[in-house]
């Protein structure tokens, strides 16, 4: 259901990205300027990455299978880090444009209806993306999550293209237009790499956040009757899933069954803590122990 819903989204944001797109290309269209220009180039960026979103996370709903036995949740990383990437060439994009602008300048001539499309426009990314940001991290989807940053520098960005153009438009001076779009273009690199930085903290096998960790110590420690401890707990995200492993110490005497009975409660309570946990826990007697981790209450 998780992994549906957030296919649904995707698919929000593929239909909203090609109506801001139309809206933004539209006021460049009637002003010619190249602020608004550098802005409807990041919306065919975000059309691209949602496209890119939608298909990540298609692929990450599959089952484990003999080439993939831990799933394929990574995809979406690597779609961010795709969607990134794609940012980076917006960019470039963007100062080429604003460079030949500042050597031949021209007039910005901006009317209500440029304007109106403009705010139109970012209106509609700003409720967007607080819907993506929101559900994506209520369903644990990078892909879904960085689709609404990206969407969410974009709407920072027309901002403060509207708000300047304004005022290059009252002042008369052109060379505005074109620092604007360089303006614009950092910002596109700054959200470019902060993606790509997360992104790449979830293929390198980072650990849940430190609450999370406290949450399982406190559920292990709880729910555990009958063993003595638990050490060497580890965990790692991969998209939707937290894979949770670690060591449970029981009596030597214990019978095999206790101890799956127990390993099975555990598991329980786990799954009932952290949504969509893969757990794994190893089983050692008491004289094959550590003796240090987590206490038993």
């Known amino acids: 259901m998780a992994a549906e819903r957030a296919s649904h989204l995707a698919i ?19 002003t010619g300027s190249v602020a608004l220009y550098s802005d409807a180039l990041e919306s065919t960026i975000n059309v691209v990455a949602a496209f890119v979103a939608y298909g990540a996370l298609r692929l990450s709903a599959k089952p484990a299978d003999a080439r993939h036995p831990y799933g394929h949740q990574k995809i979406e990383y690597i779609a961010a880090v795709f969607e990134g990437a794609l940012i980076v060439l917006a960019a470039a994009s963007v100062f080429h444009a604003a460079y030949n602008a500042y050597l031949v300048p021209r007039p910005v001539e901006l009317g209500p209806l440029g304007i109106g499309l403009n705010v139109a426009a970012g209106a509609l990314n700003g409720i967007w993306c607080w819907v993506l940001i929101r559900r994506g991290r209520a369903l644990r989807s990078p892909a879904l999550v960085a689709d609404g940053k990206h969407l969410q520098s974009d709407v920072i960005s027309s901002l403060g293209v509207l708000a300047a153009l304004l005022a290059a438009f009252a002042t008369g001076l052109n060379w505005l237009d074109p620092l604007l779009a360089c303006l614009v273009g950092l910002n596109i690199l700054w959200s470019g790499w902060g993606l790509m930085q997360s992104s790449f903290s979830g293929l390198m096998d980072e650990a849940a956040a430190p609450d999370e960790i406290e949450r399982i110590r406190a559920v292990i420690s709880s729910h555990a009757d009958g063993a003595l401890e638990a050490h060497d707990l580890r ?28 390993c099975d409660r555990l598991e329980g309570a786990i799954r009932a803590e952290i949504d969509g946990a893969s757990i794994t826990i190893h089983v050692e007697p008491e004289n094959k122990a550590k003796h240090q981790g987590i206490v038993v209450l």
């Not at 139309?22 to 006021?27: C, D, E, F, R, V």
């Not at 965990?235 to 127990?262: K, N, Q």
């Open 235 to 262: 965990t790692r995200h991969a998209g939707r899933i937290t894979f949770v492993e670690f060591h449970l110490v029981v009596p030597g005497d214990m019978r095999v069954d206790t101890a799956h009975d127990i």
């Open 12 to 30: 929000g944001s593929i239909l909203i990205g090609i109506v801001v797109l139309a809206l933004k290309s539209g006021a460049y269209w009637l």
